[in-house]
């Protein structure tokens, strides 16, 4: 019965470890950048990663059920928390989270910008590409989004003109 629940689990030191953990995931993810783990933020690629290494360790080691399952109960509780502090201090949202950064205003490549990213123009203009566009003046703004994505926001219409509202809470310098 020890595989189901240990008296000697230490599950205070789990929850503390899993918080540890996570933060320490959230932080070396922000300082490599997203590009690596395209569609994640930070936070979810953290909460991926934990949940993942929980998941296997309680799987193939010495780790009870119990111990694993406090830890992803931890984990998922930390979520929550996380999330209402992000919907509540919207600053506490930015320390966990990259915003938006604008690559391109207009047909002009912003290269400090792609610098801070670390992608290079032959990758900027390989997402110019895929997007059909076929000249620059073309292109209204492109975005590095908190997801590792790249937007391109272009039209064939000059007449039309980019809303400031699409691109609210988009840094133009990193």
């Given at each position: 019965m020890e595989?189901?629940?240990?008296?000697?689990d230490p599950l205070w030191e789990t929850f503390i470890g899993s918080l540890l953990i996570f933060i320490v995931i959230i932080m070396v993810t922000r300082m490599v950048g997203l590009r690596s783990f395209a569609k994640f933020t930070a936070y979810d690629f953290a909460f991926t990663v934990a949940i993942g290494s929980i998941i296997s360790s309680t799987l193939t080691s010495s780790?009870?059920?119990?111990h694993g399952s406090v830890a992803i109960a931890s984990l998922l509780l930390l979520t929550f928390v996380f999330s209402f502090l992000q919907k509540?201090?919207?600053?506490?949202?930015?320390?966990i989270s990259n915003?938006?950064?604008?690559?391109?205003?207009?047909?002009?490549?912003?290269y400090k910008n792609l610098k801070h990213a670390r992608i290079e123009k032959k990758q900027l203009v390989a997402k110019l590409r895929e997007a059909n566009v076929l000249d620059y003046k073309q292109v209204k703004a492109v975005v590095l989004?908190?997801?590792g994505d790249i937007s391109v926001l272009h039209t064939s219409d000059d007449m039309v003109n980019l809303s400031s509202d699409i691109l609210e809470?988009?840094?133009k310098t990193p």
């Open positions: 595989w189901i629940y240990n008296i000697k780790t009870t059920i119990v509540a201090y919207p600053k506490f949202g930015s320390l915003k938006p950064l604008l690559l391109m205003d207009g047909n002009k490549i912003l989004e908190s997801t809470g988009v840094r």
